[in-house]
């Protein structure tokens, strides 16, 4: 077996998640055996500088890896740019990598998910991204791990000939997709997922992610994902740059290793109908929503 990918971790401007991230990170079984990039962007203004400094002071002790480096930007490249050339540069010298952002607790067991996978799929084109994320699913009877359609961006890993089909440009994407095409990407219409790319084309977002789950999507790829999560997501406190106040998506991580991967390399029907379900249902009533959205108006 190859010896551990290496990880990216992506952070900016918040020195507590970013302790949690790192705290939990090192607790898992291989972070000894494991090689940490940290990618810390440069202040995009005066307001942020503090706490940009206050991150990069942090992460001058960090132990319990085989290596750190952290690479601090000058500038402000955004969290898109930033993951793009982070991820680019060491899947090109690594051909693997695990990639972290700043507000992400894991199980003990994610670095080694994130690693058996990599080898178990690392010859398998079809296979395009591993996810450590999953929806808090109700009736969740489904095996220790599996294939889906889109690529989840919480707690993610790939390798560096999945990664050179990544495609960044949006009319090129775009122009790809027919009526048929939308609809399936977008979970049968259940998730915002094409909105996404519209809203990414009118300047209304800057996300990454979408276009990987997009160009993944087109190229006939599969995402692994676990049954239960491995990853929680704590930005959903108003601290993040794309994070509202959000609790729809909070999960409990899996406690245990999982040791069963699919053989298989076709989409899970089950897995998928389980998830498309929630989709439907995640917002729930339209009293639950109002109440949500008037929480988010006065924690605003």
């Known amino acids: 077996m190859q010896s551990p990918a290496p990880i990216a971790l992506f952070v900016y401007n918040r020195p507590k998640h970013t302790e949690r991230t790192l705290k939990f990170l090192m607790q898992n079984e291989l972070a000894a055996e494991s090689r940490l990039f940290i990618f810390s962007d440069g202040y995009k203004s005066a307001a942020d500088e503090t706490s940009v400094l206050e991150v990069r002071e942090l992460l001058k002790n960090i132990e319990g890896f085989k290596s750190v480096e952290v690479i ?11 993951v793009i050339a982070g991820v680019s540069r060491l899947v090109k010298d690594y051909k693997q990598v695990i990639v972290f952002e700043d507000d992400l607790i894991s199980s ?14 690392r010859n398998e084109e079809k296979v395009m991204h591993i996810g450590a994320y999953m929806y808090p699913l109700k009736e969740n009877n489904l095996p220790e791990s599996f294939f889906y359609r ?17 495609e960044s440009d949006i009319d090129l994407l775009i122009s790809r997709f027919d009526a048929k095409k939308k609809e399936t990407f977008s979970i049968d219409g259940k998730m915002n997922f094409w909105k996404q790319i519209q ?11 979408i276009r990987w789950y997009a160009s993944i999507f087109l190229k006939g790829g599969l995402t692994l994902n676990p049954a239960h999560s491995l990853v929680n997501n704590i930005g959903h406190d108003g601290s993040g740059i794309h994070s509202g106040i959000n609790d729809i998506y909070n999960v409990v991580i899996n406690p245990k290793p999982i040791r069963n991967f699919p053989s298989e390399l076709k989409e899970n029907q089950e897995a998928y109908k389980v998830i498309k379900d929630f989709l439907s249902t995640r917002k729930g009533s339209l009293w639950q929503r109002i109440r949500r959205f008037i929480h988010q108006r006065l924690a605003g």
């Open 72 to 82: 601090e930007r000058k500038e402000n490249m955004g969290l898109a740019n930033s």
């Open 108 to 121: 003990p067991y994610t670095l080694s998910y994130f690693n058996d996978a990599l080898e178990r799929y």
């Open 150 to 166: 889109a690529a989840t961006s919480w707690g993610w890993a790939t390798w560096d000939r999945a990664w050179q089909h990544f």
């Open 199 to 209: 809203d990414f084309k009118k300047g209304r977002n800057n996300s990454w992610a």
